[in-house]
């Protein structure tokens, strides 16, 4: 049966359709034997995939089933949360997509601990402050965190991408959502770091002009070794897809963790800032 080639560009549901076809090939079965598996018709599997631009969008609940069926670690409700709502930044869903088969992650982050490392809590507090300051509204808000909890399970597939995170010191020293909320964090964050599952270290204020980056920042390494960026300045969000510049990132990025504090200095001042947290 020759299907029809998909265009990832065509619409906003057409990453979701390009995805599903991706994960359905892969473990190799056809769309009436996947149909079978979801317990919908073939032709809903169809139109999933071909994701026709104006026309209503497969459901939450197919893509929930679809992600359990194809063991795709929840990249697909993720994707779909992304075509559905509105309460990111430009660019920040076609970076999302991206990150969910990112091999490693590159994070520079100011201010507030990055969201793939947020716990609930932390978030809310941060997603309520926009409420209140009208940057969003409460939907949107909700939104958004269910976004951030699907992108944080996504990333807990069974081979996960190895992440990289340099925090600036203000990270730790900011009070988000006050001191129990903090104390929160901050645990999680130890608590990540002893685990292995991420690379942690703080950029401490001594760094001072030698910081290499002046704005946030993420640099994916895709599977096939090419590299995609992403950047936010004030309510912007900025892709950078230049191979030149993305090399530039990196090689920023690894100064930056030459001038960071290694990893058991960064535990200690994780540490001291809980316990300053205390008050």
Not at 98 to 104: G, I, N
Request: include cysteine; aromatic fraction near 6%; glycine fraction near 8%.
């Amino acid at each position: 049966m020759n299907l029809k080639e998909l265009d990832p560009t065509s619409g906003p549901w057409a990453p979701f359709g390009v995805q599903l076809r991706r994960s359905r090939r892969a473990a190799g079965l056809t769309q009436a034997r996947l149909a079978r598996r979801l317990g919908v018709d073939p032709s809903y599997v169809s139109y999933a995939e071909l994701a026709p631009p104006g026309r209503t969008p497969p459901s939450e609940k197919f893509a929930r089933d679809a992600d359990r069926v194809l063991e795709t670690g929840g990249t697909l409700l993720l994707m779909w949360l992304q075509a559905k709502h509105s309460a990111l930044l430009e660019g920040f869903p076609e970076y999302a997509a991206h990150e969910t088969r990112a091999s490693e992650i590159r994070i520079f982050e100011l201010g507030v601990i990055p969201g793939l490392l947020q716990t609930k809590s932390y978030a809310a507090a941060l997603a309520r402050a926009d409420v209140r300051r009208r940057d969003i509204t409460p939907k949107q808000a909700e939104e958004r965190m269910t976004f951030l909890l699907a992108r944080q399970e996504a990333l807990a597939r069974r081979d996960p991408p190895l992440i990289h995170a340099v925090l600036d010191e203000s990270c730790l020293r900011r009070i988000i959502g006050g001191p129990e909320v903090m104390r929160e964090q901050l645990e999680q964050l130890e608590q990540l770091c002893e685990q292995g599952r991420v690379v942690l270290q703080v950029a401490p204020f001594s760094m001072g002009e030698h910081r290499p980056f002046a704005l946030p920042m993420r640099l994916l390494t895709l599977p096939d070794g090419s590299l995609f960026g992403y950047s936010e300045s004030e309510g912007r969000g900025h892709v950078e897809r230049d191979d030149d510049r993305l090399r530039d990132w990196r090689r920023r990025y690894d100064r930056l963790q030459v001038g960071a504090l290694a990893e058991s200095a960064t535990l200690e001042l994780i540490l001291h800032a809980r316990k300053d947290s205390h008050g």
